[in-house]
């Protein structure tokens, strides 16, 4: 790497990785579920306030989100999104104390030439990624609007660059029946238990005819309260993805029968409600992920690997949505072992040395990336081969 401005974001990121390692080992070690991420989004803030970021927080009247900004709003603008929620039960199973931590590195490392290349930094903190749509409720208030491209990076087993999620709906499904002594008067109940096991048997049967690549699956959250009384009331919540959201429209319906199956065979009544919006497909911006190969590359991450352990980029997000609007990318970046996300074992992975080099190199590439970005499409960028800049070579470095 010959680019004396890559290289003072490398140096800057380098620098503050001691504290980066310490705040992804801090929200790992205090995980915290989607709209209840109080002391993870304040600590996620307050790491950028400490490097000159201005402040908004709350943002847009959510409580465990924020907008931290540097530069003024007129320049080439490149968001980073910080997600903390963790998964109940699990942990951060899916790593993202790591990439709150990336979001942060790469904020601070372009912090550091902002100025003389003409950009403005945000890291936004977007709560509830974990099916909460958080960041559809900020699309929703007005977040993002000003932004010239969107980047995240997010742990996975090996490295992929390109994200191609699932449009995706989240339901929590409720039957309501009628209790009754299971023994003594069985005929005066409504089994709402058996309505979930008639929609589930039916489900299973849909699945033969459904399109290749599309997912229907949840679990039931409560399913009576005992043995010898007939269930009152059944909870579940199920997930329903598509490639697109044309598709998962269509889609829907069908499986919305399937939960109706149940209520008509027993007599319970269904009540099918969203817990978020609906997460949408991934509208990749080619040229900047184009450029996020080649930074990783160049810092020895490796795309060459085994298809059956690069899937993660399947899994749905809410920055999908945000791509929408925004030129947007979201590489995935591996921090090695057997485990895969959602498992214990991979929020083990999300700590320790593997873990750190993984954040260090995250960082380092979303803020080259933005680097590059901004010379291709930023109003006042100088060109690094004609124009000298304030930063000392490598050559330079090593002798002063």
């Given at each position: ?8 974001v490398?140096?800057a990121?380098?620098a503050?990785a001691?504290?980066l ?8 070690g ?10 993870s ?11 000159g970021?201005?402040l908004e927080?709350?943002?847009l009247?959510l409580?465990t ?5 540097l ?6 603008t ?13 942990g951060h ?5 790591l990439?709150?931590?990336m ?10 030439v902002?100025?003389?290349?003409g950009?403005a930094?945000e890291?936004?903190g977007?709560p ?8 559809i409720e ?13 980047l995240?990076a997010?742990?996975a087993?090996v490295?992929?660059a ?6 995706v709906a ?5 039957y309501?029946g009628?209790a ?5 008067y ?12 008639i929609?589930q048997?039916?489900l ?23 043995p010898?009384?007939?269930p009152e ?8 993805r598509?490639?697109?959201t044309?598709?998962?429209l ?5 499986v ?12 319970a009544?269904l009540t099918?409600?969203?817990?978020s919006?609906?997460?949408?497909e991934m509208?990749t911006?080619?040229d ?5 190969r ?6 020895g991450?490796?795309f060459?690997?085994d ?13 999908g949505n945000v791509?929408q609007?925004v030129?947007?990318?979201h ?27 993984a954040?260090r190199d995250g960082?380092?590439?979303?803020a080259?990336t933005?680097?590059d970005a ?6 006042t960028?100088p060109?690094?081969?004609?124009t000298?800049?304030p ?10």
């Open positions: 790497m010959s680019d004396p401005v890559k290289l003072a490398g140096d990121v380098s503050a001691p504290e390692i310490a705040l992804s080992n801090r929200l790992h205090d995980p915290e579920t989607g709209w209840n991420e109080h002391r989004s304040a600590a996620v803030a307050a790491a950028l306030a400490d490097h970021f201005a927080q709350p943002y009247g409580k989100a924020f907008r931290a900004t530069g003024p709003p007129d320049r080439f490149v968001g980073l999104l910080a997600e903390y929620d963790a998964l109940p039960g699990l199973a899916c790593g993202h104390n990439i709150s931590a979001s942060v590195g790469a904020a601070i490392g372009l912090a550091r902002a100025g003389d290349l950009i930094v890291v936004i977007t509830a990624e974990e099916g909460g749509g958080g960041k900020l699309l929703n208030r007005g977040a993002f609007q000003n932004l010239d491209l969107a995240m997010h742990p087993p490295d992929v390109e994200a191609r999620p699932f449009a989240h339901w929590h499904v409720q309501e009628r009754a002594h299971a023994a003594a069985p005929e005066r109940g409504v089994n709402a238990n058996d309505a979930f096991v929609a048997v039916a299973g049967l849909l699945r033969q005819q459904l399109p290749a690549g599309v997912r229907v699956h949840g679990v039931q959250t409560r399913g009576g309260e005992a010898n009384a007939i009331r059944t909870e579940g919540r199920w997930y329903v598509a490639e697109t044309e598709q998962l269509a889609l829907e319906e069908r919305r029968r399937c939960f109706e199956a149940g209520a008509l065979a027993t007599g009544t099918i409600e969203p817990e919006e609906r997460y949408a509208r911006d080619e900047a992920l184009e450029w996020y080649q930074n990783a590359r160049a810092l991450r490796n060459d690997v298809p059956a352990a690069a899937t993660m980029n399947r899994a749905s997000t809410d920055m791509s609007l030129p947007a990318i590489p995935y970046i591996g921090v090695g072992g057997d485990a895969s996300n959602h498992q214990p074992a991979f929020a083990d992975a999300c700590v320790g040395p593997v873990a750190e080099q954040l960082a380092t590439a979303l080259w933005a680097i901004a010379r291709a499409r930023g109003r960028i060109d690094p081969q004609t000298p800049h930063y000392p070579t490598s050559e330079q470095r090593i002798t002063t």
